[in-house]
């Protein structure tokens, strides 16, 4: 039985061939993803060059700062940037989008900034064609132009009949006309993952997340292939067989995603970034404010700190205590900021759930999801840079005020300069690309859908293959 679906499968082929117009539809895709594929690799390029770049020289400012006094080092800053994983280039997710660099300085919590999508001309802001666009939205359509009419014109010209009188399983037939389809995108999804393997073989969680995403690419094309070969077997006529595809394609591959995002938006919105500032800033105000000097919980600090070295003075104390005064202002601003921050990342989290709930209706969403999380340009992932470039900040920070606590003299704090020593031994974390179980949920929801988008055609073909 193998051999006579190989041979179905290949009649299929010299069909195909024969047809011209197919060929041609097939090199033009392949034209498509090659153009895809270079114009990926040189933005990924470019990207990772302009890290390097400003990781290294802010490296070097950092390094190469004079003696200074702790809080105007505080102020000065530090840069912290996104790593990216070679992965990129085939789905570089929300990368230019969320942005890429993050400042990091005293009494703020910055979000990630200089993303290519808002600093682009009107001409370049659009979407740039990427191998994962290609798989998502143009391998299905023109599959769909290409087979349409597999079956279909079997059945008007009486092939299908012919075989199936002559003991031919119907079951047979849909199996080498799927495979026919299947077999020559499956090795073009195969040649992505050795191309992508051969020039990124050093990178770090490199074949775990590559087999994660050729495994979600090759049953979402694995699907659709089902879904035309279904459909035309269905249809008695050509072009009923190409409207009704084009219109699942449509709904399937732009509407549905775009209106699940859309209404996600709307249900669960999210503040703008100034809002969210300006509540933090009204909230310190009513927990504590370390400018004013009536301010009843830094009048209890103060006094805390004067019965915790016995003394009756700030003068007396035996450390700086605008230093301490620093520190505890620090720890106010940063709880504030960071509760801002879990607000914000909560309503995503709803929104991020309002979609999965209905990912059902469309596995290019579901494929979508898969391939951001292996490229490590989804939304887990930038929240985990962002988590660790906080925890780097406040390390940073603390750091700098308990030098300025302990090392600059209270009674001539403004004119103490401090070694350029200390600068070169803070704490400066690296920022590491955490490991596929942050997107867990995502991963998961994402291969249930494709699953059940190849078992309900499988099912719907293997009834329908029992007719003519």
Known sequence: MTSLIWKIACNEWRRLWHARVPVLLLMVLVTLWAIAV??????????????????????????????????????????????????????????????????????????????????????????????????????????????????????????????????????????????????????????????TLAWSWHSEQLSVRLSIMLLAQSLYIASWCLLVVTVSWFSRQLHGALLTLLLLWVCVCIIFPRGLANLAQINHPTQPRAEAEYHAEAKLKTIGDSHNPDDPHFLAFKQGILNKYQVSRIEDLPVNYQGLLMQEGERLTTAVYREQQALHDAQLAKQNESIRRWLWFTPALALQYIQMAGSGNDLPHHQDFIRQSEVRRYQLIQYLNRIHTFKVQQHDDKNTRVSADFWKKAPRPPITLPSLSVSQTSILAGFLVLFGWLLLPGILLFKVSHRL
């Not at 840069?79 to 993050?102: M, R, Y």
């Not at 370049?124 to 666009?133: H, I, K, N, Q």
């Open 38 to 195: 270079l114009a990926a690799h040189h933005h990924w390029q470019d990207h990772a060059r302009t890290v390097d770049e400003v990781t290294a020289r802010s490296q070097h400012d950092w390094q190469s700062q004079p003696d200074r006094h702790p809080h105007r080092v505080s102020h000065y800053g530090d840069f912290v940037a996104k790593p990216v994983h070679p992965l990129s280039v085939i789905e570089p997710g929300i990368l230019d989008q969320s942005g890429h660099l993050v400042y990091l300085e005293a009494h703020r919590l910055n979000s990630a900034n200089f993303n290519p999508a808002t600093e682009a001309t009107t001409l370049g802001r659009f979407s740039l064609m990427t191998p994962a666009m290609i798989v998502q939205w143009w391998m299905p359509l023109f599959l769909i132009m290409i087979a349409y009419a597999t079956v279909t014109a079997d059945k008007i010209t009486g092939i299908l009949s012919f075989m199936r009188g002559n003991g031919t399983p119907g079951w047979a037939i849909a199996a080498g006309k799927w495979l026919a389809l299947f077999l020559p995108l499956l090795l073009l999804l195969c040649l992505q993952a050795l191309l």
